[in-house]
């Protein structure tokens, strides 16, 4: 059964300086990948969504997978106070027909 | 663009009382799913539905219901809610099956005293 783990549990990042984030999985066989953003009392925001080895880019945020690491990480670049919020990993499991998901890890950014 | 809107936002319940959650979609999205959110861990699927009457159980159905009506609302019921029980449960839907991106709502806030 797929695992996925989030490292750090939560991180503080200075304004304008790079917030990278960890996520593992336990699978190598997937080939979908999710980074999701919740702002307290908000839902999930979508922010990458990564599909092969190397990176992706939407905007600020770029996904860097690799599968062979059983790893996909986030970096953040110019964070603002407002990216403060959850960050959650989540892998497509097509076996079990789900997303499984991270336990987050928190990022505050200080101004 | 569209958007999901969860009903009530928050609810205090009382030990072994019911409670009904609701959930409506405007993406005329076919899948929809309930999960809960404990502090300091990720998501767990409690009940998904792919078309409008289906139901699937997820990870952690045991204690809950769930009835897609119509495809654009989802409803999840607690069948007895647990004392000391505090969670957010999020819906979310998707335009189709499990590789397709989900789409979240803002969540309602339980707790039951």
């Known amino acids: 059964q797929q695992k996925v783990q989030q490292s750090p549990e939560s991180l503080t990042v200075s304004e304008g300086a790079m917030a990278s984030l960890n996520c593992t999985f336990s699978d190598g066989t997937s080939n979908n990948f999710r980074w999701y953003r919740q702002h307290s009392a908000k839902g999930l925001e979508v922010l990458v969504s990564i599909f092969s080895d190397g990176e992706k880019e939407e905007g600020r945020f770029t996904a860097h997978l690799n599968r062979a690491n059983l790893h996909v990480s986030l970096h953040i670049r110019e964070p603002q106070p407002s990216d403060s919020a959850v960050y959650l990993c989540?892998?497509?499991?097509?076996?079990?027909?789900?997303?499984?998901f991270g336990q987050g890890t928190k990022l505050s950014i200080k101004p | 663009g569209g958007i999901i809107t969860q009903t009530p936002k928050f609810l205090i319940g009382q030990e072994g009382q019911k409670l009904t959650l609701k959930c409506q979609q405007n993406f005329n999205h076919d899948t929809m799913y309930w999960y809960r959110q404990d502090s300091g861990k990720g998501l767990r699927l409690i009940y998904y539905?792919?078309?409008?009457?289906?139901?699937q159980k997820g990870d952690l159905s045991e204690g809950y219901d769930a009835s897609r009506e119509k495809k654009s609302s989802f409803s999840l019921t607690v069948t007895s809610a647990q004392k000391n029980e505090m969670a957010v449960f999020l819906c979310a839907s998707s335009i189709s099956g499990t590789g397709d991106t989900q789409y979240f709502g803002p969540g309602t806030r339980l707790l039951v005293l």
């Open positions: 989540a892998v497509v499991n097509y076996n079990q027909g789900k997303l499984i």
């Open positions: 539905s792919i078309t409008e009457n289906d139901l």
